[in-house]
């Protein structure tokens, strides 16, 4: 199973911007050297009581020269925001810098806000985000290359660099809504999913769904599936399970009012119940966070709940969410980290 670690370059209180960047690139560091598979990048925009991380190319190209073994993903470039060209371009660059070490995962996000801060309709996102990725396949296997569509249009273009990795980096794909397990199942692509705006129970019938149209549509095996979830290890289970509670109750809340509010926002579809998600989330309480959202506890009961989870899920890896809600402090995450990769790792290796 591959393990990764989930980053939104946390902005935490108090601190400035630089002090922001400096303790994130600090525990890819330790991420490195503690042998960790991957280092997921997240992208956010317009939210500076959270994030720094709203270019996420180039934060990977600068991981990319600080790091010599350690896959660098995105988690998810946000597609309908992009200009096809320019970020085809920059990912390929990325690939070459990183030695090929880049996976590109993609996705339409579940927030329109930052949709109107570019000045673009949220409702278009899903026509958008399929037109910008047949562009990049097209510039990253073409030599030239043309294209007629809704809203771009490209004649005899030339992309250079082309990737590094044949015939491009791996694709990954963020799924949320039931209707896009299908489709993602049907174009035989690697996906996300999450615990989120679910639980960890909604995902079964859900991934039946991917594999079945997965296998309809001849793809060979069964489909990859990816679980990006809050993970928190310590020494002991009291320390586990207390010491990420406050982190972790004012993460659900502050995305359960975003939902909430995202549900009155142009382009939010019945079929996605934000309404109802963002009410779950702001009444959740911290047991049934355990249960159903999260994996904490010591080394020896984390490899059991991911054991769990692989088997019901059919997981090939996961996105480890260390510090989800921004309160853990940074020694405990690198602890939690050190634990992650030192004592559960090795348990699912050949």
């Known amino acids: ?33 503690a042998g960790l598979d991957v280092m997921w990048l997240a992208e956010l925009h317009n939210a500076p009581e959270r994030s720094v991380l709203a270019a996420p190319l180039a934060i990977a190209s600068a991981i990319a020269t600080r790091t010599r073994r350690m896959k660098i993903g995105i988690a998810v470039q946000v597609l ?42 949220y409702a278009e996102s899903r026509e958008r985000m399929v037109e910008v990725l047949e562009i990049i396949k097209r510039a990253w296997t073409q030599e030239r290359f043309s294209f007629h569509g809704q809203f771009y249009n490209f004649e005899n273009v030339c992309l250079v660099p082309k990737p590094l990795q044949r015939p491009y980096p791996e694709l990954r794909l963020a799924v949320n809504s039931p209707d896009t397990f299908q489709q993602s199942g049907e174009q035989g692509m690697p ?34 599936v990816y679980l990006r979830v809050p993970v928190y290890l310590a020494a002991t289970e009291r320390q586990a399970r207390e010491e990420p509670r406050e982190s972790i109750m004012y993460f659900y809340r502050y995305l359960g009012q975003r939902i909430e509010d995202s549900a009155r926002q142009e382009g939010a579809r019945a079929i996605e119940n934000r309404a109802e998600r963002g009410a779950r989330l702001l009444s959740i309480d911290y047991d049934e966070a355990l249960r159903s959202k999260i994996v904490v506890g010591t080394p020896a009961m984390v490899v059991d709940r991911l054991g769990e989870l692989q088997r019901e899920l059919g997981l090939s890896g996961i996105l480890a969410e260390l510090n989800c809600g921004m309160r853990i402090p940074a020694d405990r995450v690198l602890t939690s980290l050190h634990l992650l990769c030192r004592d559960v790792m090795p348990h699912f290796r050949p």
């Open 1 to 33: 199973m591959e393990f990764g670690m989930f980053h939104e370059f946390q902005r935490r209180e108090g601190q400035t911007e630089a002090e922001a960047f400096a303790e994130s690139f600090a525990q890819v560091d330790a991420a490195e050297a």
């Open 191 to 224: 996906i996300f999913v999450a615990t989120r705006l679910g639980d960890l129970n909604e995902l079964v019938p859900n991934l039946r769904v991917y594999r079945e149209a997965w296998k309809a549509a001849g793809h060979p095996g069964g489909g990859k």
């Open 80 to 121: 309908p925001l992009c200009h096809p060209l320019r970020i085809a371009e920059e990912a390929a660059t990325v690939d070459h810098i990183s030695g090929g070490r880049l996976i590109f995962g993609v996705g339409r996000s579940g927030f329109p806000r930052t949709y109107q801060a570019y000045g673009i309709s």
